[in-house]
Antibody, heavy 120, light 109 residues
């Protein structure tokens, strides 16, 4: 059974930085593109960033572009999201999600999430 | 950017059929995926590519997609189906290409 476990969330002051991690197990991480998706309290899912299977390309949502970096270390089976200049708008549960190799661009496995709370 | 519109809520009695719609411009030309999210849990893929089911998902969950509307159909609804449901597509022409719908709360009466 695929496992994804996020960590690194917490309470952080506005303007500070945070690095989230997602440890993958029970599957070969370097066989998949990986994503971060977030969900503000009571709100819909919002895609944040994607990184290709080998880390050679990344793409970001406009809401985080320029202040976030997605990266991966396949040797450690770990995905990362570095977030800088945080604002209260970044308060959300952050999920890492695996892009499926079956079907057209969908997310077939998700971690339980890590909560980021940005205080003003 | 591409927008997917869902009704905020759908109510259904146990044993009946629930239909959740997902509207978008020519969404019938895209591959639509559906996720179930129960309170305090991560999303779960229940339908991908309009109508296919991942292993372990009951046949009661089905999907269709045509024109400007995709639909998730839950047959013989059970209490355990009560959850939020999100549709999702990939729109290569958008700056944010991985698009989620606004979500629909399915309530089992």
């Amino acid at each position: 059974q695929v496992q994804l476990v996020e960590s690194g969330g917490g309470v952080v002051q506005s303007g500070r930085s945070l690095r989230l991690s997602c440890e993958a197990s029970k599957f070969t991480l370097n066989g998949h593109s990986m994503h971060w998706v977030r969900q503000a309290p009571g709100r819909a899912l919002e895609w944040v960033a994607v990184i290709s299977f080998d880390g050679s390309s990344q793409k970001y949502a406009d809401s985080v572009k320029g202040r976030s970096t997605i990266s991966r270390d396949n040797s450690k089976s770990t995905l990362y999201l570095q977030m800088n200049s945080l604002t209260t708008e970044d308060t959300a549960m952050y999920y890492c999600a695996r892009e499926a190799n079956r079907g057209y661009v969908n997310f077939d496995s998700w971690g339980p999430g890590t909560l980021v709370t940005v205080s003003s | 950017s591409y927008v997917l519109t869902q009704p905020p809520s759908v109510s259904v009695a146990p044993g009946q059929t629930a239909r959740v719609t997902c509207g978008g411009n020519n969404v019938g030309n895209k591959h639509v995926h559906w996720y179930q999210q129960k309170p305090g849990q991560a999303p779960l893929l229940v339908v991908y590519d309009d109508r296919d089911r991942p292993s372990g998902i009951p046949e009661r969950f089905s999907g269709s997609n045509s024109g400007n509307t995709a639909t998730l159909t839950i047959s013989r609804v059970e209490a355990g189906d009560e959850a939020d449901y999100y549709c999702q597509v990939y729109d290569s022409s958008s700056s944010d290409p991985y698009v989620f719908g606004s979500g629909t709360k399915v309530t089992v009466l």
